[in-house]
């Protein structure tokens, strides 16, 4: 999507206040894939950390981790989403105004049973509006891009895990919400997300709505 050059001006200048406020590099041509890493923790108890600190409470026998670039991991998440209403494309494509790209998967053993991919961007820098500035930063927000678990897993608490790590991860960035948006047909993806306290806007795509979370 084009956007205006006064648009691109301010997105640039709000992501180097974000820069300077986190002592990083990010700019509006470089899109970092940030490394948690894997999780350990007691799986009899349900819970695991991550190299953050972050506790995450997952089903027994299952671990949620973050999935890297060119691992064996990809290939079995990239192979799920796919079958996933063909989201497989999603996991993998460039986000213009992301400086942050995650992909975090739940696992069993081996078997990739649930996929979750959040970008961290400023808020409405994909729509080209000027970025929101509270205490002289510019607000930002956690879009998730890509989510879906197994027809055979759901209903088990898996994506609760992922949409919860996806999240602790985005508040730990100082992230002011968590947005995503869904066809109305993602019945159990809508429940998901009312019992966890998001709120709807209706989407102009199709018939889908936007949820929003305030971190």
Do not use: W
């Amino acid at each position: 999507m084009s956007r205006p050059g006064t648009s691109s001006c301010r997105f640039a200048a709000a992501l180097d206040v974000l820069a300077r406020r986190n002592g990083s590099e990010a700019s509006g041509e470089d899109c970092r894939v940030g490394r948690i890493g894997a999780a350990d923790g007691d799986a009899a108890r349900g819970e695991q950390r991550d190299e953050t600190g972050i506790m995450l409470r997952v089903p027994r026998g299952f671990v949620v981790t973050e999935v890297m670039p060119g691992s064996e991991r990809l290939e079995a998440l990239l192979d799920l989403a796919d079958s996933v209403l063909a989201q497989a494309r999603y996991i993998v494509s460039e986000i213009p105004t992301a400086f942050e790209s995650h992909v975090l998967g739940a696992f069993d053993a081996s078997e990739c049973v649930g996929f979750l991919r959040y970008i961290v961007q400023v808020i409405g820098s994909d729509a080209g509006r000027p970025p929101v500035v509270h205490d002289a930063v510019p607000l930002t927000e956690g879009f998730v891009e890509a989510f879906g678990v197994a027809p055979g897993s759901r209903r088990r608490g898996i994506g609760s895990a992922l949409q919860a790590g996806a999240q602790e991860r985005c508040r730990a960035l100082g992230c002011h919400q968590m947005r995503s948006r869904s066809p109305v047909t993602s019945i159990e993806n809508y429940a998901l997300k009312v019992d966890a306290g998001y709120v709807l806007h209706p989407s102009k795509e199709n018939d889908s709505y936007y949820f929003l979370l305030k971190l």
